[in-house]
């Protein structure tokens, strides 16, 4: 049976007030992409730019030179997948990286700043962040 809609014609500034209240301390349920809010500032940063790999020769582990290279990235991952769009696309067998976990911290780069633990949005935040992640390591 199909829901029937309200009628808030009727209603006064009072009554609509209390109604949107006990809206908003009901549970959040859902997902939300808003993705001006959650674009880091570090990503809105290299937008247009393409992030450059250094390699630093003296970590290399070579055991043989006719088997295929592996490849350990340290830093952003949203950087090394940046890059790795560029000059690895679909040539990738397994990525594995390590994204912060909505940890609500407060002393680091990401923008962590709109996370508040009692936020109804948290998860749906994190995984707009994760999202974009998830997006540059498909196309590899």
Known sequence: MAKKKKDFSNWDKDELIEYIQKLEKRKKYGLVWDEEKTKEKFEKDVEGKLPVLKEVSEKSIIHDTEKPTHILIEG?????????????????????????????????????????????????KWLSFMRNRLELAKNL
């Open 76 to 124: 952003d991952n949203y950087h090394a997948l940046s890059v790795l769009n560029y000059t690895h696309e679909k040539a990738i067998d397994v990525i594995y990286i390590d994204p912060p976990y909505n940890t609500g911290a407060r002393d680091w780069k990401y923008n962590n700043k709109y996370v508040d633990e009692n936020d109804g949005y948290r998860h749906s």
